[in-house]
């Protein structure tokens, strides 16, 4: 039970981040607490020389598509969102719960259907992430599906209507 403390204190404070950030527009908070796992994990379980590492070139043809600001701006969303989850809480839980706990942030955040939905990559992300062990690989999906959903789903009008 001890070993389940620090994960679990460190989850609330990103949740208590986060409504902070809603409530009082003190947005700097939330990517400070995303990225504290450096801290607390062996750098080494990164795997930033696995195979998968070369999967960062696919971000590329979206420099095209969108700005470069808020190209990178998705990217360190990805990349702090992954190494909250998957690297350092799916040490401590399993996906499903991590998936459960990435699920409740948007929610709190958003509140929309869409929040919900995000479990289900979730999942998608914690199984490559459990086969791969690639940090690179998993936030570059990550990076992706956003770049997808903010460009195709979250602008198309059958969602905006509610159809």
Known sequence: MK??????????????????????????????????????????SLNLTSKWS????????????QDLHSTLNQLSIALSEELFFRVYLMSFFSNFITSILFTIPHILLYGDLHSFLVFFP???????YQKSKSFILVAVLHFLSNIIYS????N????NRGL
Not at 122 to 128: E, K, R, T
Request: hydrophobic share 60%; aromatic share 20%; net charge positive.
């Open 3 to 44: 070993r389940y403390i620090a994960p679990t204190f460190l989850y609330l404070v990103l949740i208590f981040s986060i409504l902070i950030n809603k409530y009082y527009n003190f947005s700097f908070l939330t990517p400070l607490v995303l990225l504290s796992p450096l801290i607390f994990i062996d750098l080494k």
């Open 54 to 65: 070369f999967s960062l070139i696919l971000i590329i043809p979206v420099l095209f598509f």
């Open 151 to 154: 460009i195709f789903i979250s």
């Open 156 to 159: 198309s009008d059958i969602i």
């Open 122 to 128: 979730s999942l998608i992300y914690g199984l490559v």
